[in-house]
């Protein structure tokens, strides 16, 4: 299901605040948090995706707006997927988006502690060494509708289980043949606190700690606990850790310790777009992509290499608010988003794709003449910049019909149009090739008509770009285009992964020709190429070559597309 409606408004003025904004008042109102500290808990095993950048924006922004801290915070549990790569892509990214943590943690930095804890938890007969392999462990967990059976290690003595986890510790013991299990009850309708295990035996380098441990925490175990070391009032997650809730509050009573409060939220889900990092890993690894910040990726450094502005997946984020049930987000709010923004702020070019030759009869031979052109109309400051105009120019073959229906307000033959920055022109006659194909529009100028300056009073219903001929520059330009080619990818049929419904169009590569302008253009930078949409140039540009990819087009054409079933 589409969701294309706002959850809640986007600015600061909107009436009500949501969900999570309530529960902290309250809290506050009450006595039961003293401030607002919140934090942003990756698992460094990938890199971040735009969900991410929505629980990003939730975090910090409850910082912000209460005037509290957020942490960013590591969890670094399961050395066997975490790699240093991706906490330093994630820290990049962070900052990008516009944040900055108060503190940086790692719950590897909690290794210490949270052992202590858990031979603290043994201690009080709330934790016990279980021998049950993986695959006992789950017989035994029961289902749904059943319940589990206990353990026959389940009243082991503390000190028997207290020598045995420290032999668990100390490397006595094969992978995977012991657990930490916490005591709390088989029967429990709730899975997760069927004696959940706290601790596994898995002898693996770990990114950070390298080979101290070879026992190390679940996440339950670690979360909660590295929420209130670090002082947390408030822990935000996702909707699937609703059922994990009544375990992280079991730990922290049962520790004594200070207890933030958990609150969960939907997860962004988007059209056209796989959000999980186990498939974005799979698209990277399976080369069906060129990396992690392949432009077509809905990771946070695919949007930033795509020419995404922080400001625009802020405002997205802001756009879309926070609910309590999952939906799924029409991916054109996202590019809507930079639409507007990069509306408000990038500056025109004009470039022609598919160049078709028009000559200016009565220009003087050899007269190139500087034209002002305005480099953003929503934007005064932006100013102006000069055009080299001449007698032989490029316009794309699409603003060229040799005979054309009424309703065609570019250039026909034996009709006039205006060129942006420059003047009106008619056209009077082509010059075919031998096969009848149109290889150059001839024209003449009305030197009346000079943009700005025009004292003609003739008015012209279309206005196109062009480039000056002598002058262009040739680029690259990089076509982006979805990734998918359905609105839903991770649903499949039988047989099919999600892999059977990528785009097979995703990436067209053109040449183009540009105003010379556009020499002065840096990786990063980016415009609208007039009448055509946003680009910015990448960084696999060269002083020979500009290289520039499609971030989106002026106007969304899937609609359209859909609307005709032109995809499936
Ligand atoms: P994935 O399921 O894609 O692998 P994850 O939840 O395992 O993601 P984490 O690194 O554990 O990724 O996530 C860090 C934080 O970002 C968590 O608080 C998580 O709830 C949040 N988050 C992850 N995916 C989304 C999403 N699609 N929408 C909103 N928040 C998300
Ligand atoms: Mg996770």
């Not at 088989?186 to 069927?194: D, F, G, H, I, V």
């Not at 990277?284 to 432009?295: A, I, S």
Request: charged residues 25%; hydrophobic residues 35%; glycine residues 6%.
């Amino acid at each position: 299901m589409t969701d294309s409606s706002s959850e809640t408004s986007a600015d600061s003025s909107r009436p009500t605040k949501h969900f999570i904004e309530q529960a902290i008042d309250a809290d506050l109102a009450a006595g039961k948090a003293n401030g607002v500290v919140t934090r942003f808990p990756p698992e460094p095993n990938g890199y971040l995706h735009i969900g991410h950048a929505k629980s990003i924006c939730l975090n910090f922004g409850l910082a912000n707006t209460y005037g509290g801290t957020c942490n960013l915070r590591f969890d670094d549990t399961n050395p066997s997927k975490e790699e240093t790569e991706y906490v330093e892509s994630i820290m990049d990214d962070v900052r990008w988006l516009g944040f900055q943590w108060d503190s940086l943690h790692y719950a590897s930095d909690y290794f210490g502690q949270l052992y202590e804890w858990a031979e603290k938890l043994i201690q009080e007969g709330l934790a016990y060494v279980c021998d049950l392999n993986a695959e006992q462990t789950r017989e035994y967990r029961g289902t749904l509708t059943e319940p589990g059976k206990n353990s026959p290690y389940r009243d082991r003595s503390a000190t028997e289980n207290l020598e045995l986890f420290r032999k668990m510790k100390a490397g006595e013991f094969p992978d995977g043949s012991r657990t930490l299990r916490a005591k709390i009850d088989m029967a429990s309708p709730n899975l997760n606190l069927r004696d959940p295990v706290m601790y596994r035996i898995m002898r693996a380098h770990h990114h950070r700690t390298g080979d101290d441990w070879c026992i190390y925490p679940m996440y339950d175990w670690a979360h909660g606990q590295s929420d209130s070391i670090e002082g947390i009032t408030f822990s935000i997650c996702t909707l699937e850790f609703e059922n994990h809730r009544p375990l992280y509050n079991w730990y922290c009573q049962s520790l004594g310790i200070h207890h933030p409060r958990q609150i969960e939220f939907a997860r962004l889900n988007m059209t056209y777009t796989v959000m999980s990092k186990r498939k974005l890993l799979q698209l990277v690894k399976e080369n069906h992509v060129n990396g992690w910040d392949d432009p077509r990726m809905p990771t946070i450094s695919g949007l930033r290499r795509r020419g995404y502005t922080p400001e625009s997946i802020r405002n997205f984020a802001a756009d879309i608010g926070v609910a309590k049930f999952n939906s799924t987000i029409d991916v054109v709010r996202l590019e809507n988003a930079v639409r507007e923004h990069l509306n408000r702020v990038a500056s025109r070019r004009m470039v022609v794709f598919d160049p078709i030759k028009l000559t200016i009869t009565n220009w003087p031979e050899g007269k190139v003449e500087m034209v002002d052109a305005i480099n953003n109309p929503e934007d005064e400051a932006a100013g102006t910049r000069s055009v080299p105009f001449s007698g032989t120019l490029y316009i794309g073959a699409d603003d060229f019909r040799e005979e054309a229906p009424r309703k065609f307000f570019r250039l026909k033959k034996g009709g006039a149009v205006r060129l942006r920055s420059g003047y009106i022109i008619d056209c009077h006659d082509v010059v075919k090739d031998d096969d009848g194909n149109v290889i150059e529009v001839l024209c003449t100028y009305d030197p009346e008509t000079k943009s700005g300056q025009d004292s003609s009073g003739r008015k012209v219903k279309g206005t196109i770009h062009w480039v000056s001929a002598d002058h262009a520059i040739p680029i690259e330009v990089r076509n982006y285009d979805r990734l998918f080619a359905v609105e839903n990818p991770d649903q499949t049929a039988e047989g099919q992964t999600f892999l059977d419904h990528l785009n097979p169009d995703s990436l067209s590569v053109t040449e183009a020709f540009a105003e010379p302008e556009i020499k002065t253009a840096e990786a990063g930078d980016r415009f609208q190429f007039e009448r055509l949409g946003y680009y910015v140039v990448d960084p696999d540009s060269t002083d020979k070559q500009r290289v520039f990819n499609r971030i989106v087009p002026l106007r969304d054409s899937w609609g359209n597309m859909v609307a005709k079933g032109k995809t499936n």
